[in-house]
């Protein structure tokens, strides 16, 4: 019963997170940052029906493929998982840096400077190897780091907030509301050349550990883009770019439970926590859960 819940609760943020990013340009959760881009464009535009169907109808898509994955195809996959080391994985992380400069083509030294930036800030604090500590000025609360979360919500709330408190009334006129709360749901379908590949970056970043949803999203986007007939459109209120985030996005949480099943190998953060979880009913993950339990 407690297990059934947390995987509901894990598997549900990755959507209710997309619901205030389209609506208010705010993040529900860290991955649903890209979700702004497009979402919030198509919310300006009078269409944020459209926006939430057709997130959710990607989701749904994502989700389903990546179960599919791990009921039928987690003792292959999870075989794969070994041979990423820490090698591979700072590699696979660089790439995404790369990634999130090149999908900013019309600010690409903004973008370049903000990953910096924000690569800076992740080695603020405690070093964990030899536990010295990195650019803390003798402050002790600096001790722990900036957190992702907080950093990542506190930047796209509060900035938001600032916007709709300074501008007047009249610049944020709503629009009038168009379309059927249904109305993406066969669009996705329509595009499911894009639903589909986002959904297997989802699988195969959510497989590999420590990699996650923010690659998945990164790369899924950049590939809607690439194939995209309307590359331009993406940051403006692209329904392609919309279902590159989310599929991805909700692929990743089962792909995630294929490395901590099969190898005790947490595959992101939020499956790091639920390993501790199965410890507590009993069940340890690894090779001797499929045989004894």
Known sequence: MGLTLLLGIYGASMYGGAIPAILINTPGTPVNALTTYDGYSMTKQGQPRRALSLAYSASFVG????????????????????????????????????????????????????????????????????????????????????????VVLGLFAISQAFILLIGSPAKHKMPKLTGSPFEGLLEVFRMKRVAVSSSVFGIIMGIIPGVGEFLAQFFSYNLAQKLSKTPEQFGKGSPEGLIASEAANNAVPAAAMIPLLALGIPGEALTAMMLSVFRVHNLVPGPKLFQTQ
């Open 63 to 150: 989700g389903m493929i990546s179960i599919l994955a791990l009921i039928t195809l987690a003792p292959n996959l999870a075989a794969i998982a070994p041979y990423f080391g820490s090698r591979e994985i700072f590699l696979a992380a660089l790439l995404g840096l790369v990634l999130v400069i090149v999908a900013h083509r019309d600010h690409t030294l903004a973008a370049a400077f903000l990953v910096g930036l924000g690569v800076f800030f992740a080695t603020v604090g405690m070093e964990p190897v030899r536990l010295s500590t990195r650019f803390t000025f003798g402050i002790s609360w600096l001790r722990g780091g900036f957190h992702l979360i907080p």
